[in-house]
Structure formats: C-alpha cells, structure tokens
C-alpha cells in the first residue's frame, strides 16, 4: 500500500497527546476519523488496539491526509502466481530462552553498548523504541546498572518471542517441525506440496 507523506508537525502533535492522554486517545481518534477500519480491527486483530505505534500511525495518516486510513488499503491487488509453503520450526521454550540469553550476550561482546551510546542523540526516535536499544538508552541515561539493562532486554526478548509464537500458532497453514527435524524431512514435506 502507497501512502502519502505526513508532515512531522503531525506526527510530533500525536505523540504529545498521546504520551499526555494514553492509548484510549489513540483509539479515540482512530475511531472517530476511521470507524470503519476500527470496527475491522476490533473484530479481527484486536490486540492491534493496544500497540500504541501502530495507533499513532493509523491516526497520523487520517489528520495528515484528511481521508481514512483504510481508504489507502490494497489500491492494487497483488496477484501472486504461486501458493506459500509455510514451515514453523518449534522448540522447547528452555532451549528457545537460552538460546535468546546467548544471542543477547553475544551482541553485547560485539559492541551493542557502543552502538546504542552512538545513538544516544537519536533516542526518541520511534525506530529506536525496539527491544535492545531502550534498554540501553535507559542504563546510559542512568536510571539502572548496565547488569539491570542486559537482564531486561533478555525478558522483553523472550516476551516478543512468545508473543510472536502465539501469534503464528494462529496460522493453521503453519506446518510445524521439531527445530532438531533433519532437514530432508522438512524438504520432503516441502516437495510433497509443490504439486
């Protein structure tokens, strides 16, 4: 989908709102500028109404465009040529949090803290507000130890990981393997819906 540009003052006097009035002022406006949109989002994503992000972007679109944020919604229909094979690879949620903790310790000993100190001027950047980078922001701008900070992004990765489980655990397309399934299994499988 194509949308037109926002002016920043726009986005600026949303955030401001927001950060003063709370999430019901996103889902306010959003239902008062797009009702219809709202009700489609209510019905079928309903946790969509608490992403605060996502919100302030449907809404940033409405007062930028005057129009509603569904009217820019599949313009062009994409017609694909071909049906996806969907595969999910699962594992036990110990080894998916340890491998997490491992991951995280890894990027902290490839220099994590000296390119989130290099973004220190850009921190309220909406981009930067990503598990990792807040952390870090937060130990830098001394409100916890560097130990707090590590710990954090850690828990709020495994969060995301669960919540992005559940979520794709909706999709019944998903063929699920175990993460240790030899790969000619998964190949198998794969070759037996190409046709």
Same mark, same amino acid.
């Given at each position: 989908?194509?949308f037109?540009? $926002? *002016?920043?003052?726009?986005?600026?006097?949303?955030?401001? @709102?927001?950060?003063?009035?709370?999430?019901?002022?996103?889902?306010?406006?959003? &239902?008062?500028?797009?009702?219809?949109?709202?009700?489609?989002?209510? %019905?079928?994503?309903?946790? /969509?109404?608490?992403?605060?992000? #996502?919100?302030?972007? +449907?809404?940033?679109?409405?007062?930028?465009? &005057?129009?509603?944020?569904?009217? +820019?919604?599949?313009? =062009?229909?994409?017609?694909?040529?071909? %049906?996806?094979?969907?595969?999910?690879?699962?594992?036990? #949620?110990?080894?998916?949090? *340890?491998?997490?903790?491992?991951?995280?310790?890894?990027?902290?000993?490839?220099?994590?803290?000296? *390119?989130? %100190?290099?973004?220190?001027?850009?921190?309220?950047?909406?981009?930067?507000?990503?598990?990792?980078?807040?952390?870090?922001?937060? @130990?830098?701008?001394?409100?916890? /130890?560097?130990?707090?900070? =590590?710990?954090?992004?850690?828990?709020?990765?495994?969060?995301?990981?669960?919540?992005?489980?559940t979520? +794709?655990? #909706?999709?019944?397309?998903?063929?699920w393997?175990?993460?240790?399934?030899?790969?000619?299994? $998964?190949?198998?499988?794969?070759?037996?819906?190409?046709?």
């Amino acid at each position: 989908d194509t949308f037109p540009p $926002i *002016e920043v003052s726009i986005r600026e006097s949303i955030q401001a @709102h927001y950060a003063a009035q709370g999430i019901e002022y996103l889902q306010n406006e959003l &239902k008062r500028l797009d009702p219809a949109y709202y009700q489609t989002i209510q %019905t079928e994503n309903p946790q /969509t109404l608490q992403n605060p992000q #996502r919100l302030m972007r +449907f809404v940033e679109v409405c007062v930028g465009t &005057k129009k509603p944020y569904s009217s +820019f919604l599949q313009q =062009v229909s994409v017609i694909r040529n071909f %049906t996806p094979i969907l595969i999910g690879l699962d594992a036990p #949620r110990e080894v998916l949090y *340890e491998r997490i903790n491992l991951r995280v310790d890894q990027m902290m000993e490839k220099g994590l803290v000296q *390119e989130v %100190t290099a973004l220190l001027g850009e921190q309220d950047n909406n981009a930067l507000q990503t598990v990792g980078y807040k952390e870090l922001f937060a @130990h830098l701008n001394g409100n916890c /130890t560097l130990t707090e900070a =590590v710990d954090a992004i850690k828990q709020n990765t495994r969060r995301y990981a669960k919540r992005q489980l559940t979520w +794709f655990k #909706r999709n019944a397309d998903i063929q699920w393997f175990d993460y240790q399934s030899p790969t000619a299994s $998964i190949l198998d499988y794969i070759n037996s819906k190409r046709n």
